[in-house]
C-alpha cells in the first residue's frame, strides 16, 4: 500500500490517458494520492481530481514560478477553494532561486508569505517547495510557528532537515534518493527519524531509478520505500506503513 503525497495529475503529461493511469493506480493498491496546485489553474484541476476520484485529495497554491500573480483576487480565489473538504493543504508554495527567470526574490517572498499567511487563517498545512533558497525559507517559516507542514522534495542537509522538523514539519522524499550521485538526501534518511517522513512522486517528474527519464507514477514510490529501507537497515512495509500513517497524520485524513 502505497500514499503519494505530492503529485501532478493535472500536469499535460497525463492529457491523454489520466483516467486510464488513475484507474490502474487504483487497481495497485494505491491508497491516496494528493495532487498538489502550481498555477491557479493547477489548483482548480486539483480540486476536479479530487472530487471525481475517492482516494485523490488536493493542495491548492501557487508556485514561486508563478509568484507575481499572486494578490487579492489570487488568495479569495484559494480560499474560496480551501472550502472543499477534500483540500487538505496549501501549497506547493515557497521560493525558487535557481532560474533566473524566475519572478524576483522579493516578489517571490512576498507571494510565499500572503500564502503562509492563508494558511494559518484556514488552519491548513503547507506543501513547501525550496529550490537553492533555504536561508530564506526557514527565515519564512519560523514567522509563522503555528503552521506546520512538509517540505516537499527535501534538498537541504541533515541540520536543516532536524531544524524543520523542530519547527513541525515533515521531509518529503522522491525519487531523487535512489540516484547515484544523491549524498546528501541519503544522509537525510538515515539520521532523521522515520516518523517525520513523507514519500511523494512529484510526477510526472523525477522517475527513481530504474525508470529515471520516464514519465513517473505514484507506483514507482515502491522503489523509493525500498531504498530508504536499505539505507536505514530497515524493510519496505516499515516505511511504507508509517509514511502512510505520517501523510494522514499531517494532513487530517481519515477513512
Known amino acids: ?70 494578490n487579492d483576487e489570487t488568495i479569495e480565489e484559494l480560499k474560496e477553494l480551501a472550502r472543499n473538504s477534500k483540500v487538505k493543504a496549501i501549497g506547493e508554495i515557497g521560493l525558487d532561486y535557481h532560474y533566473e527567470e524566475n519572478p524576483a526574490r522579493e516578489i517571490q517572498k512576498a507571494a510565499f508569505i500572503r500564502q503562509m499567511e492563508l494558511a494559518q487563517e484556514l488552519e491548513l498545512p503547507v506543501v513547501i517547495h525550496d529550490r537553492d533558497a533555504h536561508g530564506d525559507t526557514l527565515e519564512i517559516i519560523k514567522q509563522f510557528p503555528k503552521v506546520k507542514g512538509v517540505v516537499h522534495c527535501f534538498a537541504g542537509s541533515v541540520e536543516m532537515a532536524r531544524e524543520c522538523i523542530k519547527l513541525g514539519y515533515y521531509i518529503g522524499f522522491t525519487g531523487v534518493v535512489t540516484f547515484k550521485n544523491a549524498k546528501k538526501i541519503v544522509e537525510v534518511a538515515k539520521e532523521i527519524p522515520l516518523d517525520r517522513m513523507l514519500l511523494e512522486t512529484d510526477c510526472p517528474y523525477m522517475s527513481p531509478e530504474p525508470n529515471r527519464g520516464k514519465r513517473n507514477r505514484s507506483d514507482y514510490i515502491e522503489y523509493i520505500a525500498e531504498k530508504i529501507a536499505e539505507i536505514r537497515r530497515d524493510i519496505p512495509i516499515n516505511v511504507k506503513n508509517q509514511t502512510i500513517l505520517n501523510t494522514k497524520n499531517l494532513f487530517k485524513i481519515q477513512y
Not at 484541476?45 to 479530487?50: I, N, R, Y
Open 1 to 70: 500500500m502505497i500514499f503519494d503525497s505530492h503529485a501532478h495529475y493535472d500536469d499535460e503529461a497525463f492529457n491523454e490517458d489520466r483516467d486510464k493511469v488513475i484507474e490502474e493506480l487504483k487497481k495497485n493498491e494505491i491508497i491516496g494520492v494528493l495532487n498538489c496546485g502550481a498555477s491557479l489553474e493547477g489548483a482548480r484541476d486539483s480540486v476536479k481530481l479530487a472530487d471525481k476520484y475517492d482516494f485523490f485529495y488536493a493542495a491548492v497554491g501557487i508556485h514561486p514560478e508563478f509568484a507575481d500573480i499572486v
